[in-house]
Every structure is written in C-alpha cells, then in structure tokens.
C-alpha cells in the first residue's frame, strides 16, 4: 500500500499522463515440461496476489502500451500480447477505491475512477523469461494453475476468462510455436495440449487430428535413447502454421 | 453534421453523463435465405455510412451499454450482442475531431478526444427486426457485404475484423438458433454457413462434420412437397447446443 505522499504523486503523475477510465491486465501463462503456471505480482506484507497492469498513456496505441506495461511491471520483453476481453463491471475496482478512498480527496485520488480493463493474454515458456517485480511490488512469480492464491478485484474472473479463451483457442488455431523445441515428437506436442485442457487426451485422435491440420512436418530422423520404440520427430510448417493463425485450421468449413 | 447550438448541447450533455474516451460500437448481421448483410446508418445529406455507436454512461455495464445503444440508434431490441475487439488507434476518430475542431472550444467539445471503441456482434434474421434511425441519423439500412458504401472513421475495419470473429467462430462455436426455423433441412444449414463463408461447402462433409458436433436432433418426418427427394428434417438439441456455446464443439480437445 502506498503512503499519503506517494499516493499524491502517482496520482498527480497519472491525471496529468494517462488516460482515465481504462486500465490494462495482462494474463501471461507459462509452460514448460507438463506444467502450467501463471505470472503474479505481490505487494510485501500483503496477502492477495494481482495480475500484471497499468494504464495507457494518453496518445499511446493499446498494443503498445500491454507491451510497456508487461515489460516495467515483471521485466517480460518481446512476448507476444492477445487482447481478448474488457471488463467493465461498474464496481469491479471497488477495492482500490476503499483502499484509498481517506487518503486524497475524490477529485485529485485516481483511483476513486472506475476503470473498465482490457484484458490481454500470453503463452510462454517459464524457462526461457526472467520475471522481476517492478517498484510497486514486491514478488513477482509463476504460481501453479491448480492452487492459485487468493486474487484482488476480478482478477481472478480475467483470469478464468483467459484460460477459457486459451482452452477454445485450442479448437481453432495454431498453438505452441514458441513453446516447443525446434523438433519435438507427437507425445511431447500432446503433453502441451494435455496441461492446457488439465486432461488426458488420446494419442490415436489426437495424432490424427494434429496431422489433418497441416501444420507439422515430419522429419525422416526418430529420437532416439529412449527406453520405448524411437518415436518421429515434427517440426512447425510456418507457412500453413501462420495463415492457420489467420484463418484458422484448414478443415474447417 | 450538428449545429454549433446542437453541438453544444450535446457535448454539455456528454461530459454530464457519459465516460470520456470509451465508445461502443456494433455490427449487426443480418441473414435471410442466403443473403448476408450489415446495419448501416446515414446522416441526410452525407455519403458515408457508419455503425450503430455510442458512449457508456458512468456508471452504467458495458453490456447493458452495448444493449441500450443498439436500440437507441436503430430500434434493435433484445438482440444477443457479443463483444469481440477493442480499437484503439490513437487517431481513430480523427475525422469526428476534424469536422467539429473549429466549432467548439477544446475543453467544450467532446468530440476533440480520443475514443477507444469497444466492438459487439450480433447475427440476426433480417425479416425479424424492423430497424429505424434514431434523430441523428436520416437512414438506418440494410447494406450488402459484397457492395459496402463508403464507412466513416475505422468502420471498415471494425466490420471486417466483426467478419473474420463470426467466420473463425463457425469453427469452434454452434451458430443459427436464432435464424433457423424450428425445424430445418441440412441443405438449408448449409446455406447459412455458405452464406456467411461467402464459399460452396461439400455437402457430404458439411453434413458428416455437423453431425458429428452433437447439436442436431433428426426427425422422424420428413419436408415435402419439393421436386426432390424428400430431405429429412433437423433441430437444435438445445442442451448440447448450449454446452457447446460455452465450451466449445464436442470433437474438439
């Protein structure tokens, strides 16, 4: 929480450069070896957990500001952003007001506004980022999906609403370039999608499926070392891989 | 184009009640026996069209917005509007700026700001509603897709991106509740999806792939009084057909 001093002057600083009334959050999910996780940040000595967010300079386009944003709150770089809803319950920042309503009067405490929020999410590998909590925050980590702690405002609905939209996605686009390595077998592909859904999946449809989108080609090398048969290696067809990004899955209508 | 009398009374009004910066916009399909087209509204006088928009008020949900907008301008009510897209481009409403820069002082006029414009979608049968301009507009029309006029501000783009959400949406979400009749024939499905495709289907696999969603109960009767071979008659199983609107098409993951 902030002190009265420093709340006046992010407040001064934030009338005077931003935009009022909308916010951005991002939802960044990481993968890697059969786990999924996502990014919070968390204020020492408190309890509740937040996403990523901050609000849009007053010239700025949005798509630049979820990446500013991203990147001064947890240090991500270069992550590729999709916004996928806004969230405008009238009462939903109803905790920040609280939380600062006796500190500043009304007219010069931003946080008394209500801010609808657009939503953004990412998938990447936890390995490969290097998160770091800003000034604001005091921790900043990949918790597991599965035991999630306790979130502030709705950011636990903008979560859910990520993974869902992630889920679906699932059905109509591409999914896993910058997860995998270059070269990967099918089990290790299935192993994505299984951690996604939380589910097992069969790997006689899903082969089937994965090879009538068109989007893998089979190399002639096996990996090889393993205690089972040597399994094929794919790769991404990047061509098919981005017009199904696109369009969506060939085989669709 | 207002009068400064009208301009001003209006901005007066605006910055009484309505959030700066944020506006709805809406995209209304319409479809009927192979016919896709878009709710367009005319200023007398002028030669581009525009979508049905608006400003939130300050307190109002966004939902509830989309809703109240959508009648106000065109007289569309309980229509199912989804949200599909923020437009963000700092210079989107540079042409509202432009036409009423000189007319009003800077901190008077409300159309000198920038607008982000939250985007919903909707898909109705066009012989069902009756639209009707609001006191703004003189013409609230059905336009063809194929033989779009010319669009104000980034309506273009918001009616395109609007498009690609509903045909990539074909593939992952059921579609037609509320276009078909009780009671329709594969061929007759088909034409809808054709339509909104804007592309031939084989018939073989629409009907093959459609079944093998689970959102289809067959009748026993059959539709006669063609010149063909009587097709047989299909409708919704609303229970699955639901299911699938939240989670997505059996026979996906």
Same mark, same amino acid.
């Given at each position: 929480?902030?002190?009265?001093?420093?709340?006046?002057?992010?407040?001064?600083?934030?009338?005077?450069?931003?935009?009022?009334?909308?916010?951005?959050?991002?939802?960044?999910?990481?993968?890697?070896?059969?786990?999924?996780?996502?990014?919070?940040?968390?204020? %020492?000595?408190?309890?509740?957990?937040?996403?990523?967010?901050?609000?849009?300079?007053?010239?700025?386009?949005?798509?630049?500001?979820?990446?500013?944003?991203?990147?001064?709150?947890?240090?991500?770089?270069?992550?590729?952003?999709?916004?996928?809803?806004?969230?405008?319950?009238?009462?939903?920042?109803?905790?920040?007001?609280?939380?600062?309503?006796?500190?500043?009067?009304?007219?010069?405490?931003?946080?008394?506004?209500?801010?609808? =929020?657009?939503?953004?999410?990412?998938?990447?590998?936890?390995?490969?980022?290097?998160?770091?909590?800003?000034?604001?925050?005091? =921790?900043?980590?990949?918790?597991?999906?599965?035991?999630?702690?306790?979130?502030?405002?709705?950011?636990?609905?903008?979560?859910?609403?990520? !993974?869902?939209?992630?889920?679906?996605?699932?059905?109509?686009?591409?999914?896993?370039?910058?997860?995998?390595?270059?070269?990967?077998?099918?089990?290790?592909?299935?192993? !994505?999608?299984?951690?996604?859904?939380?589910?097992?999946?069969?790997?006689?449809?899903?082969?089937?499926?994965?090879?009538?989108?068109?989007?893998?080609?089979?190399?002639?090398?096996?990996?090889?070392?393993?205690?089972?048969?040597?399994?094929?290696?794919?790769?991404?067809?990047?061509?098919?891989?981005? %017009?199904?990004? =696109?369009?969506?899955?060939?085989?669709?209508?």
């Amino acid at each position: 929480m902030l002190t009265k001093k420093e709340l006046k002057e992010y407040c001064d600083d934030a009338r005077e450069n931003y935009l009022p009334h909308i916010s951005i959050d991002c939802v960044v999910f990481g993968f890697h070896e059969g786990l999924l996780k996502v990014l919070l940040l968390k204020v %020492a000595n408190e309890d509740e957990w937040y996403l990523p967010g901050g609000f849009l300079f007053k010239k700025e386009p949005i798509e630049m500001a979820a990446d500013r944003i991203l990147k001064e709150r947890t240090g991500l770089d270069e992550i590729f952003l999709q916004q996928f809803h806004v969230f405008g319950d009238p009462d939903r920042s109803k905790q920040h007001f609280e939380m600062y309503n006796d500190m500043l009067p009304n007219d010069e405490n931003w946080f008394v506004n209500r801010f609808l =929020t657009i939503g953004y999410y990412a998938l990447v590998d936890f390995c490969d980022v290097n998160p770091a909590p800003d000034v604001f925050s005091a =921790t900043c980590s990949w918790c597991d999906l599965n035991d999630l702690p306790k979130l502030k405002l709705d950011h636990g609905l903008i979560l859910k609403t990520a !993974l869902d939209t992630l889920r679906l996605q699932l059905n109509y686009q591409p999914i896993g370039y910058n997860l995998m390595q270059k070269e990967f077998t099918m089990p290790e592909l299935q192993k !994505l999608y299984e951690t996604i859904l939380d589910k097992k999946l069969d790997r006689r449809n899903f082969q089937r499926r994965m090879l009538g989108f068109g989007i893998l080609n089979k190399s002639e090398k096996l990996r090889k070392g393993g205690a089972h048969k040597a399994p094929y290696l794919y790769s991404f067809d990047l061509e098919n891989y981005q %017009a199904a990004l =696109t369009e969506g899955f060939k085989g669709g209508w």
